[in-house]
């Protein structure tokens, strides 16, 4: 009884867990780097472009959401880590203005979340 109780415990937390970012996103998987997750609700907005070759890759990434810029700070911050970014640098010039800075081997992303009118924009630009 206590392990199934147990099983049950693990199969609810993992599926909790996985319903907090998006991995695969069919429409825009083009222009998504795979190790650069986005929370639920947020789309990817037409500004969005990215290059990748052999040894490098680059782009900004944009999306619009409803998400607190506080919540999205979390997230990234929580599950960038659990990918292998590091972070190494944080600002927050306004209470809406949020930059994280993540370097991963020999790339730096950059997340910019702030809040415009009623939505909150997140920008990834990596580098």
Known sequence: ???RTF??????LAAFLG??????????SAIRFVDIPVPIGFELLDSSYTVEAETI????????GSGYPLHVERFYKKV???LAWELYKT?????????LFFRKDNEICVVHIFKKMRNTYIDIELR
Do not use: K, N
């Open 57 to 64: 890759r680059t782009g900004t990434i944009s999306y619009e």
């Open 19 to 28: 319903g907090c970012y998006e991995q695969d996103v069919p429409d825009d």
């Open 91 to 99: 600002d927050a010039p306004t209470s809406d203005t949020r930059y």
């Open 7 to 12: 099983l049950v415990s693990l199969v609810l």
């Open 80 to 82: 960038m880590p659990e």
């Open 1 to 3: 009884m206590l392990y």
